[in-house]
C-alpha cells in the first residue's frame, strides 16, 4: 500500500527520490525553502560530471602529510580555514584514517562502483522522462595530466582498474588531435567512454522537479527543523511554518541534514567541502570534449550558459563567506589552459558560484534507515558525486521506503556504521 513520504531538501537526490517513490506508488511531498535547482544548493553549481568512475574517496594513503600545506596556504587545491579547524578536526580525522591504508580506499572503491554503475544510462533515462533529454550526454569524459608520470603514480587509476573500470590512453599527438586548444603542456591524457556529463544541472533538477510534481509529487515551500515520532512511528515532518503529516520522511538535505538527523538521535559526521565554480559566457575557445585537469583539480565542462570551471575543495563550515579568490584562480587556470582565451575576460562575462558538497569522512554517502525509526530514511552526504550518484540514490531510497530489498548491497552506505 502507498505511503506518504515527506522529501526534505530537493535537489538532485531529493527530486530523483521523489520521481521514483511516486513509481513505486507512494504519495510524496517534497519539502524545501528554496527552489528546486536553485543556486543555494550544491546540485546546481557543481561541474556536471556523469562520472560513472569517480568511485575513488578524497582522502588517499599519506595525505595527513599535506595537511599543513592545507591549513597554510588559503588558495591551494584543498584549504583547511583555521578559524574552522576545530570544529572540522573530529570529521577531518575520520577523514585521513578512511584514506590511511590502499585496502580502504579499495573497499570504498568496490561500493561507490556498484552505486555509481551505469548511472549516464539512467541519467539519460531521467531525462528523457522529464522532457530535457538533451541534458544529459553519453560520450565520455577526459582526464589530462602534464605527464604520462602524474598519471603512473596516481594510486586511484590502479584501484580503478582493479574495479573493472575501463579507458582510453592519450599520448601527446592523440591529444592535441583530440583538443588542439589545450595548452601543449598538458602531454598524457585518458579517456572514460562509460561516463557522460549534463549541460546545465540546475536546469535538470528543475526539470526533474517539475516532472514529480507533473506526476503528481506535492511541493511545500518551507525549512524543516525536526522530524516528529510517536514511539519508533513517524508522525510529521516539523517545518517553520507548521507540521507536514506523513508516515515516512527521507532525509536529503544535502550538507544541511546534520541537524534533522541528530533531531533523532543520529549525530552522524557530515561536513561540507566548499568548493566553486567559474564560468565563462561566450567563450572564445575551450575544449571539444569535456576534461577533469590532474593538476587543478578541476572539471572543465561546457553547459548551456557557458564554459564552466568547477572543483576545490575548502572545510570551513556552511556559514563563512565565500572566498571569490578561489574562484579567480579557477578562472586563472582555465585562462592558462586555453592560451587562445583572452587574458582579461570583461567581468560581465563572468559568474562565480560556492556551494557545499555534502560530505561523510570515507567517502561514502549515508543511505539507510535511521537508528531512531525505519520509517525514517536518510540519502546524503554524496560528496564529490552526488550529482552523477543521484540516480541510483533515488531507486534505492524508493525500495528502502517501499520496504523492499535494496538492489545494491547497502551495508557499506548504513549511516550506523558511524553510530
Ligand atoms: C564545485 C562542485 C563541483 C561538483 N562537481 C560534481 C560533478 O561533476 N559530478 C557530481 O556527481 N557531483 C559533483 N559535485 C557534488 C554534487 O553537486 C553534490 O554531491 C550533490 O549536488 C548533492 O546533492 P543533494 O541533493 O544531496 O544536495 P543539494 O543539491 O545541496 O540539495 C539540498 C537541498 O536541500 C535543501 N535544504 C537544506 N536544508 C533544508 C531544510 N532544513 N529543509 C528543507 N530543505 C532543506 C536545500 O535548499 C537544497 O535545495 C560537485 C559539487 C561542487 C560544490
New binding site residues.
Given amino acids: 500500500m502507498g505511503r506518504h513520504v515527506a522529501i526534505?531538501?530537493?535537489?538532485?537526490?531529493?527530486v530523483i527520490s521523489a520521481i521514483e517513490a511516486l513509481r513505486e506508488g507512494h504519495r510524496v511531498t517534497l519539502?524545501?525553502?528554496?527552489e528546486?535547482g536553485?543556486e543555494?544548493?550544491?546540485?546546481?553549481?557543481?561541474?556536471?560530471?556523469?562520472?560513472s568512475h569517480?568511485v575513488i574517496p578524497p582522502a588517499e594513503p599519506g595525505i595527513w602529510k599535506k595537511v599543513p600545506g592545507y591549513l597554510l596556504d588559503p588558495l591551494g587545491p584543498l584549504a583547511i580555514r583555521w578559524s574552522y579547524l576545530p570544529k572540522a578536526l573530529p570529521w577531518l580525522i575520520k577523514y585521513l584514517l578512511a584514506g590511511w591504508t590502499e585496502a580502504k580506499i579499495e573497499t570504498t572503491a568496490i561500493a561507490m562502483r556498484a552505486l555509481l554503475k551505469d548511472a549516464p544510462l539512467l541519467h539519460r533515462k531521467l531525462a528523457e522522462e522529464a522532457g530535457v533529454p538533451d541534458l544529459v550526454e553519453r560520450n565520455g569524459v577526459m582526464h589530462v595530466f602534464p605527464s604520462r608520470v602524474n598519471f603512473d603514480g596516481d594510486l586511484g587509476w590502479r584501484i580503478r582498474k582493479r574495479v573493472g573500470i575501463e579507458w582510453l590512453e592519450l599520448n601527446a599527438d592523440e591529444m592535441r588531435q583530440r583538443e588542439p586548444e589545450l595548452d601543449p603542456r598538458y602531454t598524457f591524457g585518458v579517456v572514460v567512454e562509460e561516463a557522460g556529463r549534463c549541460r546545465d544541472?540546475g536546469a535538470y533538477?528543475a526539470a526533474l522537479a517539475a516532472h514529480a510534481q507533473a506526476s503528481g509529487a506535492e511541493f511545500v515551500r518551507?525549512?524543516?527543523?525536526g522530524l516528529r515520532l510517536d514511539g519508533n512511528k513517524l508522525v510529521a515532518v516539523v517545518?517553520e511554518t507548521g507540521e507536514v503529516p506523513c508516515d515516512a520522511a527521507v532525509v536529503?538535505?544535502?550538507?544541511?541534514s546534520k541537524?534533522?538527523t541528530a533531531s533523532v538521535g543520529d549525530a552522524l559526521p557530515l561536513e561540507t567541502e566548499?568548493?566553486?565554480?567559474v564560468m565563462i559566457e561566450n567563450p572564445e575557445t575551450g575544449p571539444r570534449n569535456s576534461m577533469m585537469v590532474s593538476d587543478a583539480k578541476m572539471?572543465v565542462n561546457w553547459t548551456n550558459k557557458g564554459l564552466r570551471a568547477?572543483?576545490t575543495v575548502e572545510i570551513g563550515g556552511l556559514d563563512a563567506a565565500p572566498n571569490w579568490k578561489r574562484a579567480e584562480i579557477l578562472r586563472d587556470y582555465l585562462v592558462n589552459m586555453f592560451p587562445k582565451l583572452p587574458k582579461n575576460i570583461p567581468a560581465s562575462r563572468i559568474k562565480m558560484w560556492m556551494?557545499?558538497?555534502?560530505s561523510m569522512p570515507d567517502g561514502r554517502p549515508c543511505i539507510g534507515y535511521s537508528r531512531a525509526s525505519r520509517d525514517i530514511v536518510y540519502a546524503?552526504g554524496?560528496?564529490?558525486?552526488?550529482?552523477?550518484?543521484?540516480a541510483r540514490t533515488g531507486r534505492l531510497v524508493a525500495q528502502l521506503v517501499s520496504g523492499k530489498t535494496p538492489e545494491i548491497p547497502l551495508e557499506p552506505f548504513a549511516p550506523q556504521r558511524f553510530l
Fill in positions: 526534505i531538501g530537493a535537489g538532485a537526490i531529493g519539502i524545501d525553502p528554496g528546486p536553485g543555494q544548493a550544491a546540485s546546481y553549481g557543481n561541474a556536471g560530471w556523469l562520472s569517480s544541472p533538477v518551507a525549512k524543516a527543523t517545518t536529503a538535505a544535502g550538507a544541511r541537524l534533522l566548499r568548493g566553486y565554480h572539471v568547477a572543483g556551494g557545499h558538497r555534502p546524503f554524496h560528496g564529490h558525486v552526488g550529482l552523477v550518484g543521484s
